[in-house]
């Protein structure tokens, strides 16, 4: 079979490695789509210090089983799933304190961009029958999204700016409106994100061309947003939050930054505020939920150009140039 292995910066290269054979609990999955992700950009720059190479990157993706191991019950030969990545080691402090998501001995088994992955049953989800490929390999921004929502104190009422309409502020928006905000005011420069923002419910805001802060005004009676929700991750964003949370707010840091990127903040902003910085840190426990969210959330419009398995380096450059939206590899 044919995998794109990470081998260092700006080196992945497309190889024949041999199909796993699956062993008692796993089961062969044979790639539809894999999507491309920020975190993938990253990780070809060498930014993403989690990953070392070589490895076959690609975390967002589905397929259909092609083979199982003997003790595998939960799903069958032809069964259509989303594969969640990442598997605690069950044995660390934080495995035994029900957190596996900050588990220290965390295992990645080879990812996504590549016509196999071997997995174990568990990290498999069968899909909605009538679900296409495409739309289910975003389960994995959807169950980052619902990890947001399990930190939030949300309430029925609220008004949120969610700063950035890529596919997690687009997915962000939909899941908020669902789940009782009033208004999401969503800003973005590039202007058919905003579009695309708009078509599923935010009032939409050009921060380079309009003053935010006055339109955020006007939205909340002067009080600003309960709810400011980074879904780019740069510096400057988490700065401009902080200025227009409402008194008592929250800033989340939704997406993934740069790790060398620093934000300048006065603390007395916070304390005079009393505002709270959360963030969130992979998925726990959201992905079964985010599969049965797919059916429910318009995501046809986030789907972008498709490349086949042997452009994967090509799909990650055109995500980092901000081309498309969700862009898939189809193996
Ligand atoms: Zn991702
Ligand atoms: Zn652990």
Known sequence: MKAAMWRGVEELHIEEVPVPTPGPLDVLVKVAACGVCGTDVHILEGKFPIFTPPRVIGHEYVGSV???GKDVTKVKVGDRVAVEQGLPCDRCYFCRDGREHLCTGRYAHPGGFADYTCVLERMCHKLPDGLSFEIAALAEPV???LRVM?????????????QGGGTIGLIMTQVLLHGGI????????????????????????DPKTEDLAAILKKETDGLGPEYVFDCVGHPSL??????????GGTVFVVGVADPAGVASIRPY??????????TSYMRPYTFARAVRWLPH???????????????????????????????????
């Not at 988490?238 to 008194?247: A, N, T």
């Not at 046809?300 to 490349?307: C, D, F, S, T």
């Open 269 to 278: 902003r916070l304390f005079e505020k009393e505002i709270r910085i959360k």
């Open 143 to 145: 169950a980052c999204v």
């Open 238 to 247: 988490l700065e401009e939050g902080i200025e227009l949370v409402q008194k």
């Open 297 to 331: 959330l318009n995501l046809r419009p986030l789907l972008g150009v498709e490349y086949p398995l042997a452009e994967t380096k090509a799909a990650i450059h055109a995500l980092r140039q901000s081309k498309g939206l969700k862009i898939l590899v189809k193996p």
């Open 182 to 205: 009033t208004k999401v005011i969503l800003s973005e420069p590039v202007p058919h994100r905003r579009a695309l923002a708009k078509a599923v419910g935010a009032i939409v805001v």
């Open 150 to 162: 399990d930190l939030t104190q949300v309430r029925s009422g609220d008004i949120a700016l969610v």
């Open 66 to 68: 092609a083979a199982a």
